[in-house]
């Protein structure tokens, strides 16, 4: 997936091979591998197949959330409301089901319609009201929060088994694993191949400029918020269907996380660049680091304050790079 | 010249700063050769040459921005390294940019002791600030008052405000880039009055103006360049032809290549009727056939650019209605326009044009991504061969179509746009300023390719501000004068006179008396 093309031409890296020159392009991937190796050195927990589906499912919920925040910040936008709109998908499914009585099925895609038209609302709020996306998504981040609480009356209600499934395991491999996957194929196909995911980059890039050569920019800033808020949802039923129960204070917080993710994979906060393949790598960077001090029995206090640092120290290395190149 | 032996007190007559044969490059392309200047106390170095020039390279390098790569920059007659603009100012070089470096929503105190406010007791002493203030203002005779949010003042006043900030810094050299062009006649005066102060007190001075008029009235000596060479120092009193030959260095006729080869049936393209905005434009009415280049001219606020993003769908208008081939477009549609078959090549390229940090494959593609597209998804070789063509046919200079366009130089930049619109299909071309900082080579291609454009039955509106590109290339020139049409010229008739004359008929007083003196060029 790291071959996909990008807003981001291709530079000329010093020392000039290929392999130099991915290595520059991928800063975020070889500090995966040097993590990896670090860990696999100090305990003989980490390279284990259980401990690598651990990860695998403790990264599917951030990184979904992440990639659809990615489209959001590709646009030069921020969405801040990822994970209420995600708690707030899994308790309306999980509403549908137990209080409405609707079938399973239902309950699953109705749960995904929540977050789309969650996102749609901020999108709508961004392209029409001109509110900058901070604030609209702050809005909705409160508002999304306390939809979720007023459904539940601040008590967790059970999934549908559709949900649950989504939280279970096909054979050996658990399906937060392939929904993970899945959902980045489908968010790179859209980045890459689809007139909106390049219209994406192009209102990221310069908004101005890409409305004078006929984009769409409206339409495509409801797109973009839309899509976040689809990925929140599915985020959120992954989220549900492992406890079997929408929680009302799910996912809180996790939008500092999938923001993290994003901006360590390489995608700049300006707008115009950032690769799907960039935010995965992003997620199981943070999802690694906390994994790895938790064999290594490292207190969950200290784990903030090492997951800070990464994101400063990950982000400038990458800004030195930039700045570094000509233009 | 300055090769004395370094001393403490440099000689009188010792210029403030001299660069020496310097030389500059970006990657393959050297855009200074060799060149010399000297900004010597009390005087003021007139920096004379087309757009690309070299000029704001020179300036660049005074001020620490660039680093020459050859030759030498001396101040006071000592060898110095410049390598950044707090060595220079530490040097006592100001520079004065077109894009003012003030705080709009900071009061001229503020802006003048920015990052050294007075303190008293940790806190701001606003009262020394002010008094600060007033003394840098006085320097330069203005009065205003010093607690007046600077953002509402209005840009002549913004200029002297930065003025005074470098004076209080102890600048002892100034850079004027281009001062005067966003001001009316009162307001070159008075800035002319300030720089006749600053020449009696010893401030050497450096002056880029594209009015030759200018140079005589307020300039010791000229330093011309072309094409990045120096081409001679002569006094600021000489006659203006003998400047513009200097400068452009071959005839006019060379340097607008006018071809009128489409020989097909006449049609009408545009028509343009009682086009009227809020504001600004008011009752314009025109239109343009296949083959022809019609000149926009009038002066900068005269609402060229108005009208042509109204037709461009870009911003809405009130009344009036625009059709492209017979058939209404709507009124402010982008896409409409482009489907119509519009293309828009916008004033400022990099903020309007060009979405700089994407790559040349995907800046070209962008109008015909989607009606190239199947079901939603982008035709990826199909877009890129056809970006490849015309790149190659409008000769793009590019390492290869992934290239980040911003790192493209002007001409090349502009040439992106353009093929936009090329590989869109575009037959009604709407250019605004179209060569604006592009060098010389790359302009007559631009004008090669507005020939090609009408040769094969396109129609072309054209607003530029720079007179002799609107004269050499326009098949007729509309000139417009305070938001309407003041009157046409066929290509004949169409002279910098009557043109001008026409340009100021309508404008306000203070703009008024600023064209009357351009007219008489």
């Not at chain 1, 995966?32 to 980490?46: K, R, S, Y």
């Not at chain 2, 709009?104 to 007075?118: D, H, K, L, Q």
């Not at chain 2, 009015?211 to 600021?236: K, N, Q, W, Y």
Request: hydrophobic share 45%; net charge neutral.
């Amino acid at each position: 997936m790291n071959k996909v093309a990008t807003a981001q031409a291709p530079k000329k890296a010093p020392g000039g091979s290929r392999i130099g020159r991915f290595l520059a392009d991928n800063g975020a991937l070889v500090g995966l591998f040097v993590l990896g190796l670090a860990l696999f050195i100090a305990t003989p927990d980490f390279l284990t197949g259980p401990n690598l589906l651990n990860i695998g499912i403790q990264a599917s919920v951030i990184a979904v959330l992440a990639f659809g925040l990615t489209f959001v910040i590709v646009a030069a936008g921020i969405d801040l409301s990822v994970g209420s709109v995600a708690a707030l998908s899994a308790m309306g499914s999980a509403w549908m089901f137990s209080q409405g009585s609707m079938p399973g099925w239902v309950a699953l895609v109705g749960g995904l319609l929540i977050g789309a038209l969650s996102g749609a609302v901020s999108g709508f709020a961004v392209a029409y009201g001109k509110l900058p996306s901070f604030i609209a998504t702050l809005a909705m981040l409160s508002v999304a929060r306390g939809l979720t609480l007023v459904i539940s009356d601040g008590r967790p209600i059970g999934t549908a088994p559709d949900v649950s499934f989504l939280g279970g395991n096909i054979g050996p491999i658990p399906m937060p694993i392939i929904v993970l996957v899945l959902a980045g194929l489908v968010a790179a196909f859209i980045l890459n191949f689809t007139v909106m995911g390049r219209y994406m980059y192009a209102v990221g890039g310069n908004r101005e400029a890409a409305r004078l050569s006929g984009v769409p920019v409206r339409k495509v800033l409801i797109t973009v918020f839309a899509l976040s808020g689809l990925f929140a949802g599915l985020a959120g039923l992954l989220l549900s269907g492992r406890l079997d129960s929408a929680q009302p204070q799910a996912a809180a917080g996790y939008e500092l996380d999938a923001i993290a993710a994003v901006v360590i994979g390489g995608a700049s906060l300006a707008g115009g660049i950032g690769r799907i393949s960039g935010t995965l790598v992003g997620a199981l960077v943070l999802v690694v680091i906390r994994n790895g001090l938790n064999l290594l029995n490292v207190s969950s206090f200290w784990q903030q304050v090492v997951i800070g640092l990464v994101i400063a120290v990950a982000v400038g290395i990458d800004s030195l790079r930039r700045k570094n190149q000509p233009h | 010249m300055s090769d004395t032996p370094v001393t403490n007190n440099p000689p009188a007559g010792t210029p403030i700063l001299t660069l020496e044969n310097v030389t500059k490059s970006f990657g393959p392309v050297t855009v200074i050769k060799g060149v010399t200047v000297n900004v010597r106390p009390g005087k003021v170095q007139v920096l004379l040459g087309e757009n690309g020039a070299g000029k704001s390279t020179l300036i660049k390098m005074m001020a620490g921005v660039y680093q020459p790569d050859g030759g030498r920059i001396l101040v006071d007659g000592k060898e110095v390294r410049l390598p950044d603009t707090n060595a220079s100012e530490a040097l006592g070089i100001a520079t004065i940019h077109q894009e003012l470096n003030l705080v709009g929503s900071m009061t001229v105190a503020e802006n003048i002791c920015m990052g050294r406010f007075p303190r008293r007791f940790g806190l701001v002493d606003r009262r020394q600030m002010r008094k600060v203030a007033r003394d840098a203002l006085n320097k330069i005779g203005l009065d205003i008052d010093v607690d007046h949010k600077v953002g509402e003042l209005g840009i002549a006043r913004q200029q002297l405000v930065e003025i005074a900030k470098a004076l209080s810094l102890n600048a002892r050299m100034l850079i004027l880039d281009e001062p005067t062009a966003a001001l009316t006649k009162r307001e070159i005066s008075a800035l002319f009055s300030v720089v006749e102060d600053l020449r009696e007190r010893g401030v050497g001075m450096v002056f880029i103006s594209h009015h030759l008029d200018e140079i005589a009235a307020i300039g010791d000596s000229v330093s011309v360049l072309r094409d990045g060479e120096f081409v001679a120092e002569v006094p600021a009193d000489t006659h203006e032809d003998e400047l513009v030959r200097l400068m452009v260095g071959r005839s006019i006729e060379q340097q607008f290549p006018r071809r009128r080869e489409y020989r097909g049936p006449a049609d009408t393209l545009l028509e343009v009727e009682g086009l009227s905005t809020k504001g600004m434009v008011n009752n314009v009415s025109f239109s343009v056939k296949a083959g022809e280049i019609v000149g926009l001219a009038g002066l900068v606020g005269a609402g060229r650019t108005e009208v042509i993003r109204a037709i461009a769908g870009v911003d809405p208008y009130a009344t009036g209605s625009v059709r492209v081939r017979g058939k209404d477009l709507p009124k402010s549609s982008i896409g409409a326009a482009i489907r119509s078959g519009v293309g828009h090549v916008p004033e400022d390229r990099k903020a309007h044009g060009l979405v700089l940090g994407a790559a040349v494959n995907e800046n070209i593609g962008y109008a015909t991504l989607s009606t190239t597209a199947k079901s939603g998804l982008v035709d990826r070789s199909g877009q890129r061969k056809r970006a490849q063509d015309v790149a190659d046919k409008l000769r793009i200079r590019m390492h290869n179509l992934d290239q980040v366009v911003g790192s493209l130089s002007g001409g090349n930049q502009q040439k992106t746009v353009f093929a936009r619109w090329i590989v869109a299909n575009s037959t009604v071309l709407l250019l605004d300023e179209p060569t604006r900082g592009v060098d010389v080579g790359a302009k007559v291609e631009i004008y090669e390719l507005m020939n090609a454009i009408t040769a094969a039955g396109g129609a072309v509106v054209m607003v530029s501000s720079e007179l002799p590109e609107v004269l050499g290339m326009s098949d007729r020139v509309l000139v417009m004068s305070g938001g309407h049409i003041s009157g046409e010229l066929s290509a004949d008739d169409a002279t910098q006179d009557a043109v001008m004359s026409l340009a100021v008929r309508d404008v306000q007083r203070d703009l008024e008396d600023k064209l009357m003196e351009d007219g008489h060029e």
